[in-house]
C-alpha cells in the first residue's frame, strides 16, 4: 500500500515559501505520494520581507535588494516568471562617514579590501601610518591551517586597526548588524581564508582572481537587483502558487515530540498534526522551545541575534538644501553619529519614489546601541534627522515616515558557528531524523542564502522519505 506521506514546513518567510514552492513542484512533476504543509505563525506570509506602498512610493521595511550574481534567488525569479520584474540599482558615488566627515568610498575595492592600491594611496580615510600598516598585507604570513577565528582578528592581523575600523567593519556590520571581533570567519566570509591559503596575501589574492571588468573604473552597472514593485511582491507569487489549502496561517507550532514513526507537532490552534517530515525553517531560537525535550538544541542559546530599526523618511526634494551626489553612506564606529547607515533610495532605486520627492533610508541600532531599537517613533525620527543634518540641511520635517522595528532578527555567526550548527545537525540526524534546519540562522543570512537553504531542505526531505 503507498500511504501518503505528510511533509510540514514550519515558518513562512522566504526560506518556508522557497522549500514549500520546489517540494509542490516535485510532487507534482514526480507523481509522489507527498503531502506538503506550510505552516506560519503570523497573520501573513513573507517574515522579513515586507513593502509599504504608499503615495506613490515603495518602501521596504526589510531587506531591499540581493546581489545579482546569487543564482538561487534569480533562479526563483525565474521559475515564477518575475526575471521582467527584475531591477538593478542605480549606481552612483557611495560613502562612508569616517571621524564624523563623509568621504567618498575609494574605487577599486572589495567589501573594503583594496583591489587596485592607488584610490587607497590617495584616499583621505586613512592617515599614512594606515595606509603602510595596510601595506603588511603583502608580507605577513598566511593563517594558521583550519581553525576559525574572528573578521576583527583575520583582518586587523593583514591590515592593521585603522582600514579595519575605518572602511571593513562599517560594510560588514552593514550586512549582519554585528561586531567583527566576534563574527566568524569561516561562516561569513570563509572565501577570504581561502584567497590567504593559496596567494597569502588578500591584496594580490583579489587582484589575481577579480575579472578584469571589475577592476576597470569605467560605467559600472548595479551589482544588486530589486522589484520593481517591491521585494514582497515575490512573497505575493509564491503565495499565488501554491495550492489552496497547503498553508495555514496564524498558526504556530508550539511543540513537537517524535512517536515511533512519527512527528507529532501541537499547533496553536490546539491540533495535534502528525508528519513524516519537517522543515524547520524559523530562527533557530524557537528550536529549544518547539524541541524542549531535546538537549541537543540548548546550543543554540549560544547564538545571539541583533536588533535593528530602519527608518523611512519621504520629502519633498526641496526640503533638502544641501544635497549630496550619491547614493548613500555607512558609518563607521569611530563617528558621533547613532545611524549606522543611510541609503538615498530616490538615487539607488529611482522606482521607489514618485518624480520630485526623495527617499531616505536610515539604520539605527549597533550591537552595543540595542536600546535605541525600543524608543519611540518620535525619538527615533529626531535621532535620524538631527544625524542627516550633520551632513545635508534639511528644512523641512518629513511628509511621512515608515518605522520598523525588527527584534533580535539579526542571528550572530560568531567564532564557532559552523560546528556549532554542525553538531547539532548531526545529533539531530541520529535522535529526530527526517528532521531539516533550514533558514537564515545557519547557512547565511541573504535572501539568496535562504533561497538555496529551501531548496536544499527539499532535497534533503525526498532523499530522507525515498529510504
Ligand atoms: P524569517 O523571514 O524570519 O521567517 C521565519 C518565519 O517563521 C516568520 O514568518 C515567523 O513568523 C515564523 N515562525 C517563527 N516561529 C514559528 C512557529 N513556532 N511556528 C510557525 N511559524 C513560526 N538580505 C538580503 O539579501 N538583502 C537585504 O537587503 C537584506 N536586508 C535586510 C534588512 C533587515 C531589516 C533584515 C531584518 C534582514 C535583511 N536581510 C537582507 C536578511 C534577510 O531578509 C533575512 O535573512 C531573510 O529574509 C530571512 O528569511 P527566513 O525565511 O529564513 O526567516
Not at 329 to 339: K, T
Request: include cysteine.
Amino acid at each position: 500500500m503507498n500511504e501518503t506521506k505528510r511533509i510540514v514546513i514550519v515558518g513562512g518567510g522566504i526560506t518556508g515559501l522557497t522549500a514549500a514552492y520546489y517540494l509542490q513542484k516535485e510532487i507534482k512533476e514526480n507523481n509522489l505520494p507527498y503531502e506538503v504543509k506550510l505552516v506560519e505563525a503570523s497573520d501573513r506570509l513573507g517574515g522579513k520581507i515586507k513593502t509599504v506602498r504608499q503615495d506613490g512610493y515603495t518602501i521596504e521595511r526589510g531587506p531591499d535588494s540581493f546581489l545579482s550574481r546569487k543564482q538561487p534567488a534569480v533562479k526563483l525569479a525565474e521559475e515564477l516568471g518575475m526575471t521582467d520584474q527584475l531591477v538593478r540599482n542605480g549606481t552612483g558615488q557611495s560613502y562612508i562617514l569616517v571621524n564624523n566627515k563623509l568621504h567618498k568610498m575609494p574605487k577599486g575595492a572589495f567589501m573594503g579590501i583594496p583591489v587596485q592600491v592607488r584610490p587607497f594611496l590617495f584616499s583621505g580615510i586613512f592617515s599614512p601610518k594606515g595606509k603602510l600598516r595596510a601595506g603588511f598585507d603583502f608580507v605577513i604570513p598566511k593563517s594558521k591551517k583550519g581553525s576559525d577565528q574572528s573578521l576583527g582578528v583575520f583582518f586587523r592581523r593583514r591590515f592593521g586597526n585603522e582600514l579595519v575600523e575605518n572602511l571593513i567593519e562599517p560594510l560588514l556590520s552593514g550586512i549582519y548588524a554585528g561586531n567583527i571581533d566576534d563574527m566568524s570567519l569561516m561562516a561569513t566570509f570563509p572565501n577570504f581564508y581561502q584567497l590567504e591559503q593559496e596567494h597569502r596575501s588578500l591584496i594580490k589574492g583579489l587582484q589575481k582572481t577579480t575579472p578584469e571588468k571589475k577592476k576597470s573604473t569605467g560605467k559600472k552597472t548595479g551589482m544588486f537587483f530589486s522589484f520593481i514593485n517591491g521585494f514582497e511582491s515575490m512573497i505575493h507569487t509564491l503565495e499565488n502558487s501554491l495550492d489552496e489549502g497547503v498553508v495555514s496561517l496564524n498558526t504556530s507550532v508550539d511543540h513537537v515530540e517524535k512517536k515511533d514513526q512519527d512527528y507529532h507537532l501541537l499547533l496553536s490552534s490546539g491540533e495535534v498534526y502528525k508528519a513524516d517530515a519537517i522543515v524547520m525553517a524559523t530562527p533557530h531560537y524557537t528550536l529549544p522551545k518547539v524541541f524542549s525535550q531535546y538537549d541537543m538544541f540548548n546550543e543554540f542559546h549560544d547564538i545571539p541575534a541583533t536588533s535593528v530599526a530602519n527608518v523611512a523618511l519621504a520629502f519633498d526634494q526641496s526640503a533638502i538644501k544641501k544635497d549630496i551626489d550619491g547614493t548613500g553612506f555607512v558609518v563607521s564606529r569611530n563617528s558621533d553619529f547613532r545611524i549606522t547607515a543611510c541609503t538615498w533610495t530616490h538615487k539607488k532605486w529611482p522606482q521607489s519614489t514618485p518624480e520630485g520627492k526623495a527617499l531616505l533610508r536610515c539604520y539605527v541600532g549597533r550591537p552595543t546601541d540595542q536600546s535605541v531599537v525600543d524608543f519611540s517613533d518620535k525619538e527615533i525620527i529626531e535621532i535620524v534627522l538631527n544625524d542627516l543634518n550633520k551632513t545635508m540641511n534639511i528644512t523641512q520635517k518629513p511628509e511621512f515616515s515608515v518605522i520598523t522595528r525588527w527584534q533580535n532578527a539579526m542571528p550572530q555567526y560568531t567564532v564557532g558557528h559552523k560546528e556549532r550548527i554542525a553538531k547539532v545537525r548531526d545529533e539531530a540526524s541520529r535522535e529526530l531524523p527526517g528532521l531539516f534546519l533550514s533558514g537564515s540562522s545557519y547557512e547565511g543570512i541573504g535572501v539568496p542564502d535562504c533561497i538555496g537553504q529551501g531548496e536544499k531542505a527539499v532535497a534533503d526531505v525526498l532523499e530522507y522519505l525515498r529510504g
